[in-house]
């Protein structure tokens, strides 16, 4: 199995949903082993390579920072190109935030088929779990343990009706997340999202990006795309965060009640710790 990258180069533009800055976004073709790279057009092509290393603070979204340089809601497109067997591209943009186009990675999806994917000369390399690796934030667990393929059990529980408690088990293979997962859209509580704007976050948030759930409906007036829609966009946000370890993971994430923080934490624990990963070809 070879690496690939997009065969064409492709753009759309879009809003930034905590910001609400308009962005221009290019996806082009990478060479081998380069991963994802994030050039801001806007700064004289400064590049922020999508790594675990340059994660600054991801309490709503996953925002990346190199010198000084900040990079913000990277996770739905990187769970896009992961999801589509991407391995290597450029992401030029010409602002501070990915849009966050229906909220979802559908837009994206959409994107990397039309470019289409070329497939390159060297082999794909994987990082490959060997011991389980674990971590605990007030009652929220997130683990990884080895498996010979990258597989997510995935369980959150909120008080509402539409949700309550969904778990859902996510075996990464031949066009499963386009089906299962990529069409999930992000969600909100109305309480949370005036507490964002407040803090001046959220600001292109609308019912076209996201699910807005009150006390006991949802805002929305089109219908859920799958009537367990939350897990599997915590599913989604783990494979887009996961995709800052730099390669395809072989492995068994295990989340409850995760959250972006606890995927960097997961992240930055596993590579830290001896013996617990390598990387195979
Ligand atoms: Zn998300």
Redesign the pocket.
Known sequence: MNQTTLANEISTTGVGLHTGVDVNLNLKPAPENTGYIFVRTDLDNFEIPASAEYISHCSY?TTLMRRGVVLSTC??LLSALRGSGVDNCFIELDNIEIPIMDGSSEDFLELIRSAGIAEQDSARRFLRVLKKVEVEQNGRLMSIEPSDRFEIECVIDFPHPFINRQSLHFVFENGSFGREIGSAR?FGFTHEIEMLRKANLARGGSLDNAIVLTPDGMLNETPLRFEDEFVR?KI??II?DFALLGMPVLGKITAEKSGHAVHAALMSKLLKTEGAWEIVK
Do not use: M, Q, S, Y
Request: charged share 25%; aromatic share 0%; net charge negative.
């Open positions: 979204a996770e739905h992000t966009h989604l946000d887009g």
